[in-house]
């Protein structure tokens, strides 16, 4: 299987700043990489596919990146209501796995 | 929109069978999507679990593949999870999800204790 190493395991930042997380996969994926928001009592919300493609309805203020082994998630201006889990999932080799998720709290 | 609704029992015993139904509307589950299953921890690590194409075909995942079935009902657009030998370690919420790649529709989830 390939192993997701996501990092951090959670963050703390103000409103207005701008937050990185990772993911590092444990081979080459070829960009087949999403990311997906856990709010607290909620099911996950896809936020990016295909490393880079924004889902529908998604704020701008997201954004994915990376290529290879090495993948980010980056939320420009933080907003109250980005609190939440973030974590990242593979699909280029069956089974999908997933990162351990980040934790995203205001400061 | 795709809905996703998931039911079944929230408390099974060490050794029984797990079964969940994943009731879908806003879109006929034999008209594209792979149907998945995948199930959060405590520790919140998640897990892949597997899949009924819209055609009907199955994937699961290798560490629960003797274990594991998917099965569906077309007439009330519902596919079904059953894992079998169920220990205190298959408790977790279980979630239904769309599946293209990655999971564009998810249930509200489930959450499954396993106990005596």
């Known amino acids: 299987d390939i192993q997701m190493t996501q990092s951090p395991a959670s963050l703390s930042a103000s409103l207005g700043e701008t937050v990185t997380i990772e993911c590092r996969a444990s081979?080459?994926?070829?960009?087949?990489l999403a990311w997906y928001q856990q709010k607290p009592g909620n099911s996950p919300q896809l936020l990016i596919y295909?490393?880079?493609s924004l889902a529908d309805g998604v704020p701008s203020r997201f954004s994915g990146s990376g290529s290879g082994t090495q993948y980010s998630l980056k939320i420009n201006s933080l907003q109250s209501e980005d609190v939440a889990s973030y974590f990242c999932?593979?699909?280029?080799?069956?089974?999908?796995?997933f990162g351990a998720g980040t934790k995203l709290e205001l400061k | 929109e795709i809905q996703l609704q998931e039911s079944g029992p929230g408390l099974v015993k060490p050794s029984q069978s797990l079964s969940l139904t994943c009731s879908v509307t806003?879109?006929?589950?034999?008209?594209?999507?792979?149907w998945s299953w995948i199930r959060k921890f405590p520790g919140n690590k998640m897990e892949w679990m597997g899949y009924?194409?819209?055609?009907?075909?199955?994937n699961y995942n290798p560490s629960l593949k003797s274990r594991i079935s998917i099965t569906r009902d077309t007439s009330k657009n519902q596919f079904f999870l059953q894992l079998n030998s169920v220990t205190t370690e298959d408790t977790a919420t279980y979630y239904c999800?769309?599946?293209?790649?990655?999971?564009?529709?998810w249930g509200p989830g489930t959450m499954v204790t396993v106990s005596s």
């Open positions: 009924i194409s819209y055609s009907g075909s199955t």
């Open positions: 081979e080459d994926i070829y960009s087949n």
């Open positions: 999800a769309s599946r293209i790649w990655y999971f564009d529709f």
């Open positions: 999932q593979q699909y280029n080799n069956y089974p999908d796995t």
């Open positions: 295909d490393a880079n």
């Open positions: 806003g879109y006929t589950i034999t008209s594209g999507y792979d």
